[in-house]
């Protein structure tokens, strides 16, 4: 660790590792298309979604020439796709096949506490659990699932435990024409024989991933290195994008093309915003509008360009280079006629800022919140059921830190005192070195203790975790 935190914060951050995958081997599903399969309901009940996810140890091939002892949903990395709509009860039959504690947090969603899959609600191996939760109208978004225990999070992604979750609208604006992508973005680092490579506690790696988080050479989109996704010359196509991965911030361009940014964390915005870019810190999402304004047999590709999270002590040697996610190959096919798109999308309510009872300040600082460690026995926070509150987190170190709270979308209102620009419904924002952002949240409903923490999963493993309680 740097000179940032002291001899205290290194004691506390003592890190338990999991033991070695055993137990129960699941089939691995093979999964052609590039999209993620989709979790199969069983329910025969309108507005019931039931589906039973496993999360077991499974051999698959993540890098080409090699087998990987990973942890998988369903056999799959990422796991299958919860696909929902607005208003759907949603009843998960989780079983936990792993040789060790594990949660699945759905995370963005608004839900009962005891459905957060908190650290508060572990599943002990072999044990099984029922999520099971009503989705919120006017939620649909990108969303996703992951474990949630304490201390192993970051272990258990790594393993490859994470899937999308998409909540749909009855009255989504877009043409339903529109090709969808799902495109989960993840790292990792693999030894020559294939097996995911953690650092060991007290060596030098030990001491950058705890700094950084852990970031891996190997890029995957969809545990896929470098896939290709096809276009159609003149045709659009939606991508819903999410971050999975431990810390690493992507910064997405590509070549040639413009993105129509149409949506957040929680959905889409009120009006589309084009951008030449998109900065995604560890669990944002983005849904995108891709307009193929290329010509048949074009190759362009997705690239991650350098973004400087970063305290300098630190810094990777490579973090300037541009890094390759996705092969975009046009068909070679004729064009299709340009596709016209709404100019608007749906209504984003304001929560009323005038509304707000509290106002909280939340410090981030290299491994603490307001000066703490994590302690599952201690609230940091008391609010009303039903009440707004303002939240200013400012970031007073050199090196982003990407916030999220559980159960409550928030909509920010300022960053660094800037007015922000437009309304979108978020869970987790990023808060670059220095600087801050406000937010405005109410607790509509369902009381409980729901964390909130920073997102790069070293950090918030270690300890830079608060609980709110609602009460
Ligand atoms: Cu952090």
Redesign the pocket.
């Known amino acids: 660790m740097s000179n940032l935190i002291g001899t205290r914060a290194l004691c506390v951050w003592a890190v338990v590792f999991a033991a070695g995958a055993t137990g129960e081997q699941i089939p691995v599903l093979q999964t052609d298309p590039l999209s993620p399969p989709v979790l199969h309901n069983r329910s025969r009940s309108p507005r019931t979604v039931e589906v039973t996810l496993t999360a077991a140890p499974a051999r698959l091939s993540l890098a080409p020439g090699t087998e990987t002892e990973v942890y998988a949903y369903n056999g799959t990395v990422p796991g299958p796709t919860l696909d929902v709509r607005e208003g759907d009860r949603v009843i998960v039959h989780f079983r936990n096949a792993l040789s060790e504690p594990t949660t699945v947090h759905w995370h963005g969603i608004h839900l009962p506490f005891d459905m957060d899959g908190s650290p508060f609600h572990p599943i002990q191996p072999g044990e099984q659990h029922d999520y099971d939760f009503t989705v919120m109208p006017g939620s649909a978004g990108t969303y996703w699932y992951h474990p949630h225990f304490a201390h192993s999070t970051g272990t258990q992604v790594a393993k490859g435990l994470y899937g999308a979750l998409i909540v749909r609208a009855a009255d989504d604006p877009l043409p339903s024409s529109i090709k969808e992508q799902v495109l989960i973005l993840s790292d990792s680092r693999l030894d020559p024989d294939g097996s995911i490579r953690m650092a060991e506690p007290g060596t030098a790696q030990w001491r950058i991933d705890f700094e950084n988080g852990r970031e891996g050479n190997l890029l995957f989109v969809n545990g896929r290195i470098m896939p290709t996704v096809e276009l159609r010359s003149g045709e659009v196509q939606r991508w819903r994008i999410i971050n999975a991965s431990a810390a690493r911030t992507y910064r997405l361009a590509l070549a040639g093309h413009t993105f129509l940014h149409i949506g957040g964390d929680g959905g889409l915005f009120e009006r589309p915003v084009e951008v030449k870019e998109i900065v995604l810190a560890s669990a944002e999402r983005v849904e995108l509008l891709v307009r193929a304004t290329g010509s048949p047999g074009d190759r362009v590709v997705l690239q991650s360009l350098p973004y400087d999270r970063y305290i300098p002590q630190t810094r990777p040697a490579d973090w300037n280079r541009p890094r390759d996610l996705l092969m975009v190959q046009y068909s070679a096919e004729t064009p299709v006629t340009a596709m016209a798109l709404p100019s608007t999308l749906r209504k984003v309510p304001a929560l009323d800022t005038a509304a707000a009872v509290a106002t909280r300040v939340i410090s ?1 600082t290299q491994g603490f919140i307001n000066g703490k460690v994590m302690d599952m026995d201690r609230i940091d926070i008391h609010a009303t059921l039903g009440a707004t509150e303002i939240w200013e987190v400012e970031n007073l170190v050199g090196m982003d ?1 990407p916030f999220h709270l559980h159960g409550f979308q928030f909509q920010v209102i300022e960053r660094n005192g800037i007015p922000e620009p437009f309304r979108q419904w978020k869970d987790t924002i990023n808060v670059p070195k220095h600087e801050s952002v406000r937010f405005v949240v109410r607790f509509s409903d369902y009381p409980g203790k729901w964390m909130f923490h ?1 997102h ?1 999963l070293a ?1 918030e493993e270690h300890g ?1 975790m608060g609980i709110l309680a609602v009460q």
Do not use: D, E, K
């Open positions: 981030l830190h920073c790069i950090h830079m």
